[in-house]
């Protein structure tokens, strides 16, 4: 099956720096999605972005599908940003979708104030 | 209008029981998933459901069952409980699975003891 690696595994930064998220991916993509997992454990939505740029506020991502690899920018990053992203995946196979995410490993972020 | 909402929250079972978990999806939404998050193996894909019908199964033994019913709630079910089974359980729904953003509830944590 399609392979989702993310990097780095581990990320601190200080308040108000910049960082860049990779998620690197095996095969063609139908649906690529970023999530922030809160302390709670709920994933919550923060791209649908299988091609293509979107920005949201201070996040941005950016997903080029023929190369096969997504980025999620984060700037000015606050404490309140902390914790795991998590890059998903779904992916076509013969018949189409497979109709399930692969989710890589996750980056733990640490925002430091 | 309102998310993913799954039940219980939070469970604690005994070795050999059996447990229920319930997810009723986003309005208008058709396709349910499951998944299972450990600190060892992340994220992994249970099963996914439309209109009633499995279409895909993750890599787990047949203790591990579902359903959807025709208002697009799904339960899943565990049986003869492990302690390996001990997980954050979540659901996702998504208006069709392939081409669609899927959302995620708060999940639910089951502990074995």
Redesign the interface.
């Given at each position: 099956g399609i392979q989702v690696e993310q990097s780095p595994p581990d990320l601190i930064l200080q308040e108000g720096a910049n960082s860049t998220l990779r998620c690197n991916f095996s095969d063609s993509v139908?649906?690529l999605?970023w999530?922030h997992q809160n302390p709670?454990?709920?994933?919550i939505?923060l791209f649908?972005i299988p091609s293509g740029t979107k920005q949201n506020g201070r996040l941005s991502a950016t997903t080029v599908a023929t190369e096969r690899y997504s980025l999620l920018y984060i700037s000015s990053s606050q404490t309140t940003d902390s914790g795991v992203y998590?890059c998903?995946v779904?992916s076509f196979n013969s018949g189409?979708?497979?109709?399930?995410?692969?989710?890589g490993?996750?980056t733990l972020l640490t925002v430091n104030p | 209008k309102a998310g993913v909402t799954q039940t219980p929250r939070y469970l604690i079972k005994t070795r050999g029981q059996q447990v229920t978990l319930s997810c009723s999806p986003i309005s208008g939404h058709r396709s349910v998933s499951w998944y299972q998050q450990t600190p060892g193996q992340g994220l992994q894909f249970l099963f996914e459901y439309f209109s009633e019908t499995q279409r895909n199964k993750g890599n787990f033994p047949g203790r591990f069952s579902g359903r959807q019913f025709s208002n697009s709630r799904s339960e899943m079910n565990v049986s003869t409980l492990e302690l390996g089974d001990s997980a954050l359980y979540l659901c996702a729904s998504s208006f069709v699975s392939g081409t669609t953003e899927a959302f995620f509830g708060q999940g639910t944590r089951l502990t074995v003891v």
């Open positions: 139908n649906n999605q999530f709670w454990g709920q994933l939505n649908y998590f998903a779904e189409g979708s497979n109709y399930k995410l692969t989710f490993k996750g | -």
